[in-house]
């Protein structure tokens, strides 16, 4: 894993809201054109930024804590919460447009994303004290954790290779990632 890693060095793109327009009444026609704003231009934020984001969104983390069904929780998320890529800067999301032609820098980071914990904390504190995690931090609905790891890696087209190898150390602590998540981005 990676020894010189800073994160006063490493930027993510951000996404303001995947839906943008849901929480912000925005007409039928205007949909397409702000959805195209927001997977077209990301920005670009520090990841120590971004960790912090959560305490400008406390009403909006609010409604899914209080969700107690999963798919209104996902939902509330995507409508209203930003999220990142942490394992890269993207020129833009659009489907249509290939994973190398949207990759503007690969930060060799891989989100481990634990959903459905039970004893969340402590399994939290378990995953952090392994030296090879950088963060650790609760899910947007407290229900589950995430965990950052640098790597050394710098070829995204190894990026599932990892995965898969931080994904059999989960296992040994009793972890288990859901299938093709260990990729995901984090809200």
């Given at each position: 894993m990676n020894r010189e890693f800073d994160p006063a060095s490493v930027y993510v793109s951000l996404f303001e809201q995947k839906y943008p327009y849901m929480s912000q009444g925005y007409k039928e026609k205007d949909k397409t054109r702000e959805y195209h704003m927001c997977?077209?231009?990301p920005k670009e934020a520090l990841i120590t930024d971004f960790l912090q984001l959560g305490t400008r969104y406390i009403p909006e983390l609010e409604m899914v804590w209080k969700?107690?069904?999963e798919k209104k929780r996902r939902q509330i998320k995507a409508d209203?919460?930003?999220f990142a890529t942490i394992s890269c800067t993207l020129h833009t999301r659009l489907k249509e447009v290939s994973l190398k032609d949207k990759l503007k820098h690969y930060t060799g980071l891989i989100v481990l994303d634990f959903d459905h914990v039970d004893n969340v904390e402590e399994m939290k504190h378990e995953v952090a004290a392994l030296p090879w995690v950088w963060y650790v931090g609760l899910?947007?609905?407290?229900?589950g954790f995430f965990a950052i790891v640098p790597t050394d890696n710098?070829?995204?087209e190894k990026?599932?290779?990892y995965c898969l190898a931080l994904e059999h150390e989960m296992l040994k602590l009793g972890l288990k990632l859901p299938p093709a998540r260990a990729q995901?981005?984090?809200h």
């Open positions: 997977v077209r231009y969700e107690e069904d209203f919460l930003p899910s947007a609905s407290k229900r710098t070829d995204y990026h599932k290779l995901k981005k984090t």
